[in-house]
Nanobody, 130 residues
Framework: QVQLVESGGGSVQAGGSLTLSCTAS????????????MAWFRQAPGKEREGVSC????????DYAASVKGRFTISRDNANDTVFLQMNSLKPQDTAMYYC???????????????????WGKGTLVTISS
């Protein structure tokens, strides 16, 4: 069973930066981290979960929600089974629980559709104060 563990959340002031990490474990024999496209989702208090960013298996393709484009950068280190989300110019509206997700895919594109995710982490909390 694949497990995803997020880290790097915390509390910062508006305009600050945070880098989230998500490391995968429990990959079964014959399955590699680069068999999965990876994504970050977030859920703010009282709101539905939304897709933030995704990256394909090789890192060659990425996608971002309009609200974070130009401020957030997703990347992955397949040698260490880890995906990152660099978040700059943070705003109070970025406050949310951030979740890492994995979708079995070796396609060129990545996906921000929740129902297509195969595994989820438990989340890491990001709080941005004004």
């Amino acid at each position: 069973q694949v497990q995803l563990v997020e880290s790097g959340g915390g509390s910062v002031q508006a305009g600050g930066s945070l880098t989230l990490s998500c490391t995968a474990s429990g990959l079964t024999f014959g399955t590699n981290f680069d068999d999965y496209a990876m994504a970050w989702f977030r859920q703010a208090p009282g709101k539905e979960r939304e897709g933030v960013s995704c990256i394909n298996w090789s890192g060659s393709r990425t996608d971002y929600a309009a609200s974070v484009k130009g401020r957030f950068t997703i990347s992955r280190d397949n040698a260490n089974d880890t995906v990152f989300l660099q978040m700059n110019s943070l705003k109070p509206q970025d406050t949310a629980m951030y979740y890492c997700a994995a979708a079995a895919s070796n396609g060129l594109e990545c996906d921000l559709t929740e129902s297509n995710m195969d595994y989820w982490g438990k989340g890491t909390l990001v709080t941005i104060s004004s």
